[in-house]
């Protein structure tokens, strides 16, 4: 089955810049979407179409897609950014989640 | 405001069934493509299947395909996953989701822009 790869983890210091990437061989031929979870919350859409943000997402949060390798980048990381990141793309006729990265704000 | 809100979620054991619901507000519920996700405990994010606008399109993940089953009602704004011969490893925290892809887009593309709070099914003995 299809699987998109993200790192398991990564730390940034506040006001530093963090990337995140999701890596899926098919993912040149689709765009990426990115969610933005914090503990016992709802995921939250900050970035859809590859680098399209929706409205009221900071514009720290931008979006990226290169070959089969798309990132989402946080500029300026505040200590609110601190979450668990998910990385979605379709597959044919299914939706696929990456694993998940937690970004920890030090 | 635009809102989802997800019930009927519980404990129930194992080979038995359960019927989620999704209350949509605050938007035109009939013109958006809707989806059923899902999040076992301390795990990732895993899509469970789309409906389309019209509810004349569904598709479904390998894991559940054959045992749940989506479905829709426009003129009451719900979105329903009935859910047969539960598995412990359907335990998870069930979120309902509109998709971006309006009436004429293609439904399979998209992100999940609204997200309910999530209801909770726990299947055990």
């Known amino acids: 089955s299809y699987e998109l790869t993200q790192s398991p983890s990564v730390s940034v210091s506040p006001g530093q810049t963090a990337s995140i990437t999701c890596s899926g061989d098919k993912l040149g031929n689709n765009h990426a979407s990115w969610y933005q979870q914090k503990p016992g919350q709802s995921p939250v859409l900050v970035i859809y179409l590859d680098d399209k943000r929706p409205s009221g997402i900071p514009e720290r949060f931008s979006g990226s897609s290169s070959g089969n390798t798309a990132t989402l980048t946080i500029s300026g990381t505040q200590a609110m950014d601190e979450a668990d990141y998910y990385c979605?793309?379709?597959?044919?006729?299914?939706?696929?989640f990456g694993g998940g990265t937690k970004l920890t704000v030090l | 405001q635009v809102q989802l809100v997800e019930s009927g979620g519980g404990v129930v054991q194992p080979g038995r069934s359960l019927r989620l619901s999704c209350a949509a507000s605050?938007?035109?519920?009939?013109?958006?493509?809707m989806h059923w996700v899902r999040q076992a405990p301390g795990k990732g994010l895993e899509w469970v299947a789309v409906?389309?606008?019209?509810?004349?399109?569904?598709y479904y993940a390998d894991s559940v395909k054959g045992r749940f089953t989506i479905s829709r009602d426009n003129s009451k704004n719900t979105l329903d996953l009935q859910m047969n011969s539960l598995r412990a490893e359907d335990t998870a925290v069930y979120y309902c989701?509109?998709?971006?892809?309006?009436?004429?887009?293609?439904?399979?593309?998209?992100?999940?822009?609204?997200w309910g709070q999530g209801t909770v099914v726990t299947v055990s003995s």
């Open positions: 979605q793309a379709w597959d044919s006729t299914t939706v696929v």
């Open positions: 989701a509109r998709s971006t892809q309006r009436r004429y887009d293609l439904l399979t593309a998209g992100a999940f822009d609204i």
């Open positions: 605050g938007f035109s519920f009939s013109r958006y493509a």
């Open positions: 409906t389309s606008y019209d509810g004349e399109n569904k």
